[in-house]
């Protein structure tokens, strides 16, 4: 496998599986777009041991062998894996935090075993390795300016929480299938939803009642997380900010459909999608030329 392949491989990958991200990625200058495809490439493919329906082998042994060569590819040695080469390259070339992977493979094996979450505070440790890492992991492909890059952590952070809660309360029926709950227990009694409620074919009134409170939930994550954008440089602006309306919009399209998670999976219609595309390539274009003319001093 060659870093070309391995790279159009995670390009691939995060084409197939992470369409609102992929379409943000577009708005990135070229060079970044594979570091960022890399970083969800490897993501998903961990994700996909864990969670694939169609995974039929030792899940535990498929991670625990990905977890190795992980390690290994980290220490210099070789791998033979076709997605870790563009990820490993990207770790090295960003000088990204082995705590970070070693946070996030971690994750990927609590959801082997660990089903339900007593309270929002044990959801958020889960969430720290699935999700926040992620947003610090892209945060130097991303480049804060200089200087901001420690202020610029926490908002990354935020933005990987809000876009996995809202994940969370848009597949709640498929992640029940699986044998999860990704709802507190605490929250769940708190509103009176029993786990039997989470598989009926409709939602009931006290459920869409506890998807209303975890929505405003992930509200406070997108708002904590809008600092960090103009942390960035500004080529990386536009691909925030449509990321972020893209996951809002999922969330928003759940508000619309009166939280009713169970009788259907909540889209952005692609035609908002693309809508809301373009009104941020005209600010990409605008600010990768200004970007270059600052460095190059082109006219």
């Known amino acids: 496998m060659t870093l070309t392949a391995s790279y159009e491989r995670c390009r691939r990958l995060h084409a197939a ?71 490993l390259h990207t770790v090295r070339s960003f000088g990204i935090g082995h705590d970070d992977v070693a946070a996030f493979l971690g994750a ?83 509103f009176g939803v029993e786990e039997a409620d989470l598989r009926r074919p409709a939602t009931g009134p006290a459920l869409r009642e506890l998807l209303a409170f975890e929505a405003d939930r992930a509200r406070e994550h997108y708002r904590a997380a809008a600092p960090g954008v103009e942390l960035l440089v500004a080529s990386s602006r536009p691909c925030i900010r449509a990321a972020r309306d893209l996951y809002g919009g999922i969330l928003a399209e759940i508000e619309r459909g009166g939280y009713t998670v169970l009788e259907r999976r909540a889209r952005v219609p692609r035609s908002r999608r693309l809508t809301l595309f373009g009104r941020h390539l005209l600010a990409s274009a605008v600010a990768g030329r200004a970007e270059l003319r600052t460095l190059v001093g082109a006219p």
């Open 108 to 190: 990927m094996r609590a959801d082997l075993t660990v089903t339900r979450y007593p309270t929002y505070d044990d959801l958020l440790g889960y969430m720290e390795g699935s999700a926040a890492v992620i947003g610090t992991m892209m945060l130097p492909v991303l480049e804060p300016v200089p200087g901001a890059e420690a202020a610029a952590r926490e908002p990354a952070r935020q933005l990987g929480l809000a876009f996995q809660l809202t994940n969370f309360l848009r597949d709640v029926a498929e992640d029940l299938a699986r044998g999860r709950i990704y709802l507190p227990l605490e929250d769940l009694a708190k």
């Open 17 to 87: 599986h992470g369409r609102s991200y992929y379409l943000a990625t577009r708005l990135l200058p070229a060079w970044k777009r594979r570091h960022v495809h890399a970083l969800y490439g490897f993501a998903r493919y961990a994700d996909e041991i864990v969670d694939s329906f169609a995974m039929t082998g030792d899940r535990a042994r498929a991670l625990d062998r990905l977890a190795g060569q992980v390690s290994a590819g980290l220490a210099g040695g070789s791998v033979d894996d076709p997605v870790l080469p563009a990820f």
